[in-house]
């Protein structure tokens, strides 16, 4: 069922200008007649002029919609500069009300532009239907056409300049919930590397559990790839890395792991570097971000380090990456384990906290229990110190610093930190990243 409607009078063509009101009047009287009680959300998308008095544009509809009394506590009219803002706007109502049912009305000319929008702008999470709105050629109603199937892609000069226009509305945006924050361990040496581990101040997500530095794009959430683009670029300037020369794990919850320049696996939660303004990151919601740095050999590498991925090991096969490929020696090796889920919140069903149990038994509390509480961190210290790992060289704020400057608590820190485990499947996501300086 349809829940909500947009009608798209943008940009009407000259002839419909002066009748907007009537087409809008047309198209209402349609909407009653075809949804059922309650009625959807209606939302009109107009351009608003540079320099137009708001509130007088939008006196010329009330005729318009004084009539419909079933649709009126439901209808917004959105003015806008650009149909990238007017759009943006419209999915903050849908989201603020959870809706993703929608069906756009729109000129015949518009719909090859609006699919590009709405590519850009929405997820998967979104169904869209988009429909005609046309007039007949003696001047009678509006009708409404079938359901429209896909036509010819526009051409390649037209999509780039819708990306440009929402590249440049997302960057005019002002940051939410404060400035960037970037943490940084004093165990990396700041003379040799570039890191760092991201918190949720300083982007532009407004979802509230993705609010606001989220920097990771789903089908299943409702964050689009240009605002997790944008929030990276607003870390990449912050942080002073390159955005076209940085790269991320793809997440297999394993232990494989990606040398940088030799052939990239299809999946990898570990990845590995000795190139000089490559940056390499991990991505974290509860899951450990790791990062690894070899000062001697000058060589770094970053993993996602998640309870099965702790389990398979990722964290030392992300060493022994570095050791194979780099010569590394692992006594030289530094490591940083980044804001995650602590022992205080994490539960794991029983079954998989035998495995935790075997590693060690102080990596599991209350082992008797449905679901026993689970130390991640302690389990990957153990296994790296197994592994060869010094334990000065291994950063766990949790455990060396009281003050806890890095090792946060994401469930415990709402105010800092996205999370899985506290915040449900349209999480967001943060990173550790790293770089050696040119």
Known sequence: MVEAVLIDLFSL?????????GLLRNTLETIEKCFSIPAPF??????????????????SFLPALSDFQSLKKRLEVVRSLTTAA???????????????????ILPTLRKDLMKVYV?????????????????????????????????????????????????????????????????????IPD????????????????????????????????????????????????????????HRVKIDHANAVCVMGKTEPDSYDGIVTNQKGVTIAAPGADCIPVLFADPVRKACGAAHSGWKGTLL???????????????????DILV?????????????????????????????????????????????????????ILPENIQDDSVTDQNQNITFCTAC?????????????NFGTQIGFISIKD
């Open 13 to 21: 063509p000259p002839n419909l200008q002066n009748n907007i009101q």
């Open 42 to 59: 209606v939302y009109v998308m107009c351009r608003q002029r540079q320099g137009s008095e708001r509130n007088g544009e939008e006196e």
């Open 86 to 104: 007017a759009l943006y706007t419209i999915k903050q109502r849908l989201d603020e009300k959870d809706l993703s049912i929608i069906k756009v």
């Open 119 to 187: 590519d850009h702008l929405f997820t998967a999470v979104y169904q869209f239907e988009f429909e005609d709105l046309q007039v007949a050629s003696d001047g009678e109603n509006l009708q409404i056409a079938e359901p429209w199937s896909e036509g010819q892609a526009l051409p390649t000069q037209d999509v780039a300049l819708i990306r440009n226009e929402i590249q440049m509305y997302l960057e005019s945006l002002p940051s939410l919930k404060g400035e960037l924050t970037i943490l940084r361990s004093s165990l």
């Open 191 to 246: 003379d040799i590397f570039l890191h760092g581990f991201t918190t949720r101040m300083g982007g532009i997500s407004y979802i509230p559990t993705l609010s606001s530095c989220n920097l990771f794009s789903s089908s299943k959430r409702r964050d689009p790839q240009v605002v997790v683009k944008e929030n990276l670029r607003r870390l990449a300037n912050a942080a002073g890395f390159n955005l076209e020369t940085f």
């Open 313 to 331: 090991g990722v964290s030392m096969a992300t060493v022994n990456a570095m050791v194979s490929a780099y010569g590394c020696n692992v006594k």
């Open 336 to 388: 940083v384990l980044g804001p995650s889920v602590g022992p205080c919140c994490y539960k794991l069903p029983h079954e998989s906290a035998k495995e935790f149990h075997r590693i060690d038994p102080t990596c599991v509390r209350q082992f008797d229990s449905a679901s026993p509480y689970i130390d991640i961190r302690r389990a990957t210290r153990i296994l790296l110190e197994s592994g060869g």
């Open 413 to 425: 820190h709402p105010d800092r930190f996205f999370s899985h485990f506290r915040d449900g499947s």
